[in-house]
């Protein structure tokens, strides 16, 4: 069966740190994979999605990238987090038919 | 694009009373709509869908109805008990789009 794994679960960084937020998927091949971004009692955010490795579509230009450097890893990154960028921030995985599997999600805390 | 409204925004029932999500979505080429259920910390979690070749389909104590004529579809919660209080996603896609797009969330608490 397939599995999404996202980790940290939790991180509490400094105003101009860098960030790395990392999300697997196991049990399936050339999954499209998604970065979404809920603020606190908000709605859900499509920040990132791919369709394939190397292959990255943003939806909102902001202070964050995406890559893909392997066909089931998905890597959210900042350069210098702001404290705009705190925020509840889920990886999410689809076969390329129908549906959604997303990972558990990790808060971000910018302070 | 498409676009997926979504209401109430909260909803409180009575344990035991049944809850109605409701949804409207703008394009008409638009033919698989699923229902997420988010608990506090969690991510999402698909609890049912439907594709647009079908009206109802029902899971136990959820069912989702879906009026294509009317671009609308509505998750229905019978016997409701305190785990169901969470908030629930709409969401709409087209098959062949990357992409789904979600309602705004309604935060549903079944009161005791």
């Known amino acids: 069966s397939q599995t999404i794994h996202q980790w940290p679960a939790t991180l509490v960084q400094p105003v101009g740190s860098p960030l790395s937020l990392e999300c697997t998927v196991e049990?399936?091949?050339?999954?499209?994979l998604y970065w979404y971004r809920q603020a606190a009692g908000r709605g859900l955010q499509l920040l990132f999605y791919?369709?394939?490795?190397?292959?990255i579509s943003s939806e909102v230009p902001q202070n964050l990238s995406a890559s893909r450097p392997q066909d089931r890893q998905f890597i959210l990154s900042s350069k210098k987090l702001l404290l705009s960028d705190s925020g509840f921030y889920l990886c999410a995985w689809s076969p390329r038919t129908y549906g959604y599997t997303f990972g558990s999600g990790t808060r971000l805390t910018v302070v | 694009g498409e676009n997926v409204e979504q209401h109430p925004s909260t909803l409180s029932v009575q344990e035991g009373d049944s809850a109605v999500i409701k949804c409207t979505y703008s394009?008409?080429?638009?033919?698989?709509f699923p229902w997420y259920k988010q608990e506090l910390g969690k991510g999402p979690q698909l609890i049912i869908d439907?594709?647009?070749?079908?009206g109802e389909k029902k899971d136990q104590r959820i069912a989702v109805t879906l009026n294509k004529t009317a671009k609308h579809f509505s998750l229905h919660i019978t016997e409701t008990q305190p785990e169901d209080s969470a908030v629930y996603f709409c969401?709409?896609?087209?098959?062949?789009?990357?992409?789904?797009?979600f309602g705004t969330g309604t935060r549903l608490t079944i009161i005791p």
């Open positions: 394009d008409s080429a638009s033919n698989y």
């Open positions: 969401a709409a896609s087209n098959f062949g789009n990357e992409k789904l797009t």
């Open positions: 791919s369709v394939g490795i190397g292959q």
């Open positions: 049990g399936t091949s050339n999954p499209n």
């Open positions: 439907i594709r647009s070749n079908v």
